[in-house]
């Protein structure tokens, strides 16, 4: 079964272009080096953009259950505090948890 490992981030506009290449150049790639995931999306989500920032949905897929645990358990305390250090009081987010039934 692969799962997909959903998070959706809302980012302030006054830190956004450096959010977004810090997440482009750092964060995503150093999650992606755990080896959890074999695919990884990033996507602006239309729509969200008001005062309190602009929306993204970052999605990473992993080939079965116990990968994304590994990932849970090892890698994402560190890299989660990361985020939260450097983008405190800047950023919203929620992490949803998927089995992919389908894929095309």
Same mark, same amino acid.
């Given at each position: 079964?692969?799962?997909?490992?959903n998070?959706?981030v809302?980012i302030d506009?006054?830190?956004?272009?450096e959010?977004?290449s810090?997440?482009t $150049?750092v964060h995503?790639p150093?999650?992606?080096a755990?080896?959890?995931?074999?695919? =990884?999306?990033?996507? /602006?989500?239309?729509?969200?953009?008001d005062?309190?920032?602009?929306g993204y949905?970052?999605?990473?897929?992993?080939?079965?259950?116990?990968?994304?645990?590994?990932?849970?358990?090892?890698? $994402?305390?560190?890299?989660?505090k990361a985020h939260?250090?450097?983008y405190?009081?800047? =950023?919203?987010?929620? /992490?949803?948890?998927?089995?992919?039934?389908?894929?095309g």
């Open positions: 079964m692969k799962v997909l490992y998070v959706t809302k506009h006054s830190v956004h272009d959010w977004l810090w997440m $150049a995503i150093d999650v992606m755990t080896g959890c995931f074999e695919s =990884y999306t990033m996507n /602006r989500i239309i729509g969200d953009n005062e309190h920032g602009q949905a970052i999605q990473y897929t992993a080939r079965n259950m116990q990968e994304f645990q590994r990932y849970n358990t090892d890698y $994402a305390p560190s890299l989660q939260a250090e450097r405190r009081d800047m =950023y919203v987010a929620f /992490r949803t948890l998927m089995e992919i039934v389908e894929q």
